[in-house]
């Protein structure tokens, strides 16, 4: 962040004649971020300051600013100014766009490139990430470290945090295991691989995965020498009879997110729950289950992890890429006895263990009561969104059905019959600054009706109202 302060005659802006003055100010200003002469933190001048340099109110300087910054152009916080925000896009020099369908890993968003907004799913609000509450628990946990932590460790992962994180997840999600049956990972995508490697190693051919989901996982599976199975997914999740019975099943595991199935945001029935649980006995076959978002959910009580009803045939991975920040890159694999010491080989053979400072710091958070905090308010903040989301498109596009929004970070938008095709939606947002996914780009989607999936968690606070006004834009107009 740029902490020096510009003046105002050293903005140089261009007030086209012809114009209102506060339509020429906010188009100047627009222009300057463009071309890249008022970079992202750069500190703008006061209201008053900037107003007596160009002749104009100080009101409609305000106001310009207060549009900017609706608009995402601008932030403005109490004590820091009015300065250019990180969201912001680059300079037209850099040509580099990413296309708005492209994901990230597992359905992440990939670079905003030249979209003002972001409204993919797979991401949280990374401007709400506990930056006091991080520092002060990896400050402790550095002090307290015994000098055996900085050595190489137990591929498995930190006591401290694997203790912790059995703990949390038996209170807050069911979960019925021992702290030598976690094993922490560096991010879903490497848990997924190392087990993916491990059932194979076990002779395992094939897994069953939902038909819609993140094309990332797929991959990952092939990559391995799995075999992937699609399942269909309706309103009561994946639809298991795919898997097919004892004692010649279809597959020797499958891969789920029961809790909030992605995309649709459909929990697993519970008629599923247990048809799935008998089918892993009766095989001797391995359920993964992906709870990806399960510590968000507004409209239901929470639904607890498909792991306890069978810690012998479950899988549970978990996630701090949602509550905390991808770029924690820490994720936890409780593992039925049985697969542990091969998962702990394939984790040994991919980078020994995952960072030390960040498994403490992450424990520290847990214990002290800091993360349960830092979740408990990011609910309500993203459920103040979801809600913000529905009643806009109620009142903008009434005829969108929405679905999806009893839990999680995004929501499904039903276009109705005669909407424009999914892709040329995606591509008009697209021109306009607005990154959205369809329903298609999650694999098997293709036949069915046109939908958008819609990242509301995604956005920094700053950006979520012009991100919201640029939806409903598109679809009052579509």
Not at 184 to 200: H, K, N, P
Not at 294 to 317: I, N, S
Request: proline share 8%; hydrophobic share 40%; glycine share 12%.
């Amino acid at each position: 962040m740029n902490d020096w302060a510009i003046s105002g005659v050293d903005l140089h802006l261009d007030l086209t004649a012809g114009t209102g003055a506060r339509a020429g100010l906010e188009r100047a200003l627009r222009e300057a971020v463009r071309d890249g002469r008022l970079v992202a933190g750069t500190r703008l001048p006061s209201s008053r300051a900037l107003a007596k340099d160009l002749g104009l109110a100080r009101n409609t300087v305000a106001d310009g600013y207060g549009q900017l910054v609706a608009e995402g152009w601008l932030t403005a916080r109490q004590g820091s100014g009015t300065r250019v925000a990180g969201s912001a896009p680059p300079p037209r020099r850099a040509r580099c766009r990413a296309a708005p369908e492209q994901a990230g890993p597992l359905g992440g968003p990939a670079a905003v490139g030249d979209h003002a907004y972001d409204l993919r799913p797979g991401t949280p609000d990374l401007s709400a990430f506990p930056r006091t509450a991080w520092l002060t628990a990896a400050r402790r946990a550095l002090a307290t470290a015994p000098n055996e932590a900085f050595g190489y460790a137990d591929p498995r992962g930190r006591p401290e945090l694997r203790q912790a994180l059995a703990e949390y997840l038996a209170r807050v999600r069911g979960v019925r295991t021992d702290p030598e049956l976690i094993l922490v990972c560096s991010g879903f995508v490497q848990g997924t691989g190392l087990l993916a490697r491990a059932l194979r190693a076990r002779g395992a051919r094939r897994i069953g995965v939902e038909a819609l989901g993140f094309p990332d996982t797929r991959r990952i599976l092939r990559t391995a020498g799995l075999t992937t199975v699609p399942l269909p997914v309706d309103e009561g999740g994946a639809r298991l009879d795919g898997l097919g019975p004892h004692p010649r099943p279809a597959a020797e595991a499958v891969l789920l997110t029961p809790a909030h199935q992605f995309p649709t945001g459909a929990p697993l029935s519970p008629e599923r729950r247990t048809a799935v649980v008998e089918w892993a006995r009766a095989t001797g076959g391995i359920v993964i289950e992906d709870d990806y978002d399960g510590e968000f959910r507004y409209d239901r009580q929470p639904v607890g992890a498909l792991q306890g009803l069978a810690p012998g045939q479950v899988v549970y991975a978990g996630t701090a890429s949602k509550s905390l920040a991808p770029g924690v890159r820490l994720a936890w694999l409780v593992l039925p006895p049985q697969l542990l010491d091969g998962v702990m080989s394939e984790k040994r053979t991919a980078d020994r263990h995952s960072p030390v400072m960040d498994q403490l710091t992450l424990a520290e958070l847990i214990r002290s009561g800091a993360y349960d905090r830092h979740v408990r308010r990011m609910r309500l903040h993203y459920r103040r969104r979801r809600d913000r989301l529905v009643a806009a498109l109620a009142v903008h596009a009434p005829q969108v059905r929405v679905s999806g929004i009893a839990a999680g970070l995004h929501a499904v938008l039903e276009l109705p019959p005669g909407s424009p095709p999914t892709g040329e939606l995606v591509a008009r947002a697209s021109r306009a600054g607005l990154a959205l996914a369809g329903l298609d780009a999650y694999d098997g989607a293709a036949d069915g009706p046109g939908a958008l999936v819609v990242g509301y968690g995604t956005p920094p606070e700053h950006a979520f109202t012009g991100a919201l006004d640029a939806l409903c834009a598109l679809l009052d107009g579509g």
